[in-house]
């Protein structure tokens, strides 16, 4: 695809993107959003830079090969799995730390948030080790 | 901890060896050797304490709400087979470092070799039923890897499909029957169960029990009709062989009924099975290896009937069998693995294995020959051995069998008879007369001889002084498997007794089968013949064809490659059911006062019907999509406006993208006006609206159902204290629920695998 238009508005619409997608992830625990539409996201932010520059470009721009996103997403998932077995407790239990930050509310990050990260690297991995082939198959 | 240590050591080992740089070494095996004689030694540590009576253990919990633990447990019976284990190992190490020195993949042949070690100890040591299923298991799948070691060879990794195929079929029988035993039992503690008495045998689950785990131990000791598997794997290298089918993993099914006699034994079924399926194993082993002329394959065949003995020997199941079967299962290991040891031996000196090729061996190698010839004279059951006393044990048992003593005494007198003669072939053609061989015979170095020479030794200084294991290592050994204190007195000179008398009758026999074997040959040959088809090898090919036929057949059939097919059948198959539900239940009730509908949600509702109708009469594919995209995003603002943002974000950003994948893959499809005639939209379309109109009712009926909210209110209250979350979808996916999305991660990895693999397998076909 050859646009003049969706090349420029590319770089700013992919970075507002991939801002967004980790913001929906960040926010997910409270808020709508989450590891899997942040995912998503991301995931669009990489479509859209291949759209306008080609897959090659994208592959590029995300710099290491989609299935080890995945892979490394389903290790973060794991990892925060077996942080509870390694405390003792059964697998997938929560464990969490307060961080005292300089707002009012006290910031509590867990292993739900780490599992998420998981869920969100994997869901970016999965869409573009589909999409990015059949975009290179043209 | 110590004895954690030393039972798992293998493992250890198992995933170092592959990137230890010492195998280019010859010190390398001398190293390696030390951790499983370490091993060794501090299991001789514990005879005096077992001997006594005591009973070390070791436990973690593992999945405590199934009351299931990591168990291990050393009594009288696992530590003898925890020595054999231990002790053989290191001897086989030190032989493999010699046999395969400067062959590439030692690293990996040790791994494969440490890791069986590892598990084959677990085995024995296991204080709980799933402990002890998981290193089952384990034994099966490194005996494979050992049997396959010669990747490059077709007959080995059939060899080894064979027995992973028969012995992990019979793992799974035995996890059935584990899992009873854990029902009736109501606990998989292997002390606990054994202690329980008859409580198993009197259940009503019993019969079930028996069959389950008769399967499992059958199959690994390769009992009639399994008993093909064992032969076949003798395509594995020697020390494996030795290994394997001496001192460990064929007994692994004898230590399990061992293990388990006192909760299931001594029941007319037990004793029925048992003696019957190792009478058979016996004497058709012993016959078998008459016949053979390859070393290993007559040793294999020998191995057999040496299981059928101490399977019949079990079945038997007094306190003198069960004597007899732990000096026996004593003894088989340490002649049957010195025979292996010494065969690899020969076949290393000479390079071949036939004995047809081979003869006068004595004089150049003259060590090699010795430790042949003591195992040959084990193999007789005649001479100053511990055979010889097993033996005799074993009749002495078997004429004071209550049930079928005469039947019991036969068959130990034809098959010792036949494996008499089987033992006086192979020495008389290897060691006596003029030599003959492939190349100049050598003998080996002197780490190849270590093996041999030890068990032979060990052989024949137990048969002279019994009482080293009479008391410390067989009477506690017996003690565990009866159940009971068992009064063990060996000799190896009992005087001229009847048993005494019955070996000199088998030796008749032997001289009978040694003149008539070679006139008998045409005879057996057409009875093998005959039974052709039918014999349990011949069988379990034929049906892994027609398996594998079945296989095809029904893929051909089901995964026709059709998606729209499969979407028909998929539709098809849930309205029948859903439709034969509701008719079942006499209908759904439904409600038709809805309140007043929003102008919004006409609007929506206009759009999504707007947007169908668009896409069924569309005649090109691009309008299709967008008019689908459109119905989704529809279905996305249904979603925002009813409170479930959530789900209203995530239906957004899919729908994007999947009408993005669509523009992608649109070449790819075929043309609409090609696959759809007029009959196919007729057909389409009275399941669609089918579909549709079933949905329909569906969603109404369930608002009119009142559903159960206990869930959704716990959900909704322990979110943000316990959680720490005010989304509470978003908690129920990553903390409530996590295991279910970590299971849905994984499926979405596995299937963005299965697209690259399909993307490249086309590219392949049209270069």
Not at chain 1, 28 to 55: D, Q
Not at chain 2, 118 to 145: C, P, R
Not at chain 2, 687 to 707: D, K, P, R
Request: charged share 10%; glycine share 10%.
């Amino acid at each position: 695809m050859n646009s003049l238009v969706l090349r420029n508005m590319m770089r700013f619409l992919a970075s507002l993107l991939l801002v967004a997608s980790v913001f929906l992830l960040w926010r997910g625990h409270n808020e709508p959003g989450g590891g899997f539409a942040g995912g998503l996201m991301a995931a669009s932010a990489f479509v859209l830079h291949a759209l306008a520059l080609g897959p090659a470009g994208a592959r590029r721009a995300l710099r290491v090969p989609p299935l080890f996103l995945i892979a490394t997403g389903l290790g973060t998932a794991l990892l925060a799995a077996l942080i509870g077995v390694i405390a003792g407790d059964p697998i997938l239990t929560g464990h969490w730390v307060t961080l005292d930050t300089p707002g009012a509310e006290r910031l509590k990050v867990g292993t739900p948030l780490l599992f998420d990260t998981g869920v969100y690297l994997v869901v970016v991995g999965v869409v573009l080790n589909i999409i990015l082939p059949l975009m290179e198959d043209e | 901890m110590a004895l954690s240590v030393f039972a798992l050591c293998g493992f250890a080992m198992a995933l170092a060896a592959p990137f230890l740089p010492i195998w280019r070494f010859r010190a390398g095996g001398w190293l390696a050797a030390s951790v499983p004689a370490a091993s060794f030694a501090y299991f001789l540590t514990l005879v005096p304490r077992i001997g006594d009576g005591e009973v070390v253990t070791a436990s973690w919990n593992w999945i405590p709400t199934l009351d299931i633990a990591f168990a291990l447990r050393v009594d009288g019976l696992a530590l003898l087979m925890a020595l054999l284990v231990s002790g053989t190992g290191a001897l086989v190490v030190l032989y493999s470092g010699a046999y395969l020195q400067g062959k590439p993949g030692l690293g990996r042949f040790m791994a494969y070799l440490f890791g069986f070690m590892g598990s084959m100890l677990g085995l024995v040591l296991a204080g709980d039923l799933i402990t002890l299923f998981v290193f089952w298991e384990l034994t099966s799948i490194t005996s494979f890897l050992l049997i396959s070691f010669e990747t490059e060879k077709a007959e080995a990794r059939k060899a080894a499909t064979q027995a992973l195929l028969v012995t992990g079929g019979g793992g799974l029988a035995l996890l059935g029957g584990f899992a009873l035993i854990g029902i009736e039992a109501g606990t998989y503690d292997i002390a606990e169960i054994t202690a329980g008495g008859g409580v198993l045998a009197e259940s009503s689950r019993y019969l079930p029990i028996l069959v389950l785990v008769l399967a499992g131990a059958f199959t690994k000791s390769a009992q009639f009709p399994f008993h093909f598997w064992l032969p076949g794997a003798m395509a594995a290298p020697t020390p494996v062989s030795a290994y394997l089918h001496s001192a460990t993993m064929v007994k692994a099914g004898v230590y399990l009924l061992a293990r388990l006699h006192p909760a299931l034994g001594d029941t007319t079924e037990w004793t029925v099975v048992l003696t019957a399926f190792g009478s058979v194993t016996m004497v058709l082993g012993a016959f078998i290896a008459v016949h053979q002329t390859d070393l290993k394959l007559i040793l294999a065949y020998s191995t057999v009937a040496a299981l059928g003995l101490l399977v019949l020997l079990l079945g038997i199941g007094t306190d003198l069998a069960v004597k007899a079967a732990m000096v026996f299962l004593l003894a088989h290991a340490l002649y049957k693995g010195a025979l292996f040891l010494a065969a690899g031996s020969i076949d290393h000196g000479t390079g071949t294995r036939e004995i047809g090729a081979l003869g006068g061996l004595a004089r150049a190698m003259p060590i090699t020959s010795a430790a042949l010839a003591v195992g040959a004279i084990s193999l007789a059951g005649f001479g100053p051995v511990l055979a010889f006393i097993g033996k005799e044990a074993l009749i002495e048992a078997a004429l004071h069998f209550d049930r079928a003593g005469e039947a019991a005494v036969l068959v130990a007198v034809v098959a010792g008879g036949a494996l008499f003669a089987v033992a006086a072939g192979m020495m008389g053609r290897l060691l006596i007369g003029a030599e003959r061989a492939p190349h100049r015979p050598h003998e080996s170095p002197w780490e190849m001889l270590a093996g041999p020479v030890l068990l032979s030794v060990l052989s024949v200084v137990f048969a002279l002084a019994p009482v080293l294991i009479a008391g410390d290592l067989v009477a506690p050994a017996a003690a565990a498997v009866a159940g009971e204190q068992v009064k063990v007195n060996l000799a190896l000179w009992h005087g001229v007794n009847t048993a005494l008398l019955l070996s000199l009758l088998s030796l008749a026999i032997a001289g009978g089968v040694l003149w008539g074997a070679r006139r008998l040959r045409p005879v057996s040959a057409r009875i093998a013949d005959a039974a052709g088809p039918l014999r349990p090898g011949d069988l379990y090919y034929t049906s892994l064809l027609n398996l594998n036929r079945v296989a095809r057949q029904q893929t051909r059939l089901l995964q026709h490659g059709y998606l729209r097919l499969y979407l028909a059948v998929t539709l098809a198959t849930a309205v029948a059911l859903v439709f034969t539900a509701i008719t079942a239940r006499g209908g759904v009730d439904l409600d038709n006062s809805y309140g007043d509908v929003a102008f919004y949600e006409a609007t929506i509702a206009g759009v999504i019907i707007a947007g169908a109708g668009l896409a069924i009469r569309a005649n090109d594919r691009l309008t299709a999509v967008a008019a689908l995209g459109a119905v989704g995003f529809g279905v996305a603002l249904v979603y925002a406006f009813f409170g479930a943002p959530d789900l209203a974000l995530t239906q957004f950003l899919i729908e994007t993208l999947t009408v993005l994948l669509f523009v992608l893959v649109f070449y790819r499809l075929p043309r609409l006006s090609d696959v759809s005639s007029v009959g196919t939209r007729v057909r389409d379309a009275a399941l669609s609206i089918a579909a549709g109109a079933l949905m329909t009712v569906l969603v109404l009926a369930s608002i009119t159902q009142t559903s159960d909210h206990t869930l959704t209110a716990y959900f909704a209250e322990t979110s943000k204290p316990v959680a720490f979350g005010r989304n509470v979808v978003n908690v129920i996916l990553v903390d409530f629920r996590s295991l279910d999305t970590l299971g849905e991660i994984i499926v979405l990895a596995v299937a963005a695998l299965g697209v690259v693999a399909m993307l490249k397998l086309r590219r392949e076909d049209s270069p």
